[in-house]
C-alpha cells in the first residue's frame, strides 16, 4: 500500500481503504484530504435512521 501512495502526486490526500476477504486491499475512494460535514440545522441521527431503513 506505501507505494499506491507515493504515487499520488499531492502534498496531502486522503485515501479510503478497505480490505477484501480474500486478504487483498481495495481503494474506495481518494480525494483532497477535505472533509465534509453535515449541516449544522441537520440532526445526524435523522440521517443514520435513514440509511438503516434503506
Do not use: H, K
Amino acid at each position: 500500500m506505501r507505494r499506491f501512495g507515493e504515487r499520488i502526486d499531492s502534498p496531502f490526500f486522503t485515501a479510503d481503504v478497505a480490505r477484501l476477504a480474500s486478504g487483498g486491499y481495495t481503494v474506495l475512494e481518494i480525494n483532497d484530504g477535505g472533509s465534509s460535514t453535515l449541516p449544522e440545522q441537520l440532526d445526524p441521527r435523522e440521517v443514520y435512521r435513514a440509511i438503516a431503513r434503506g
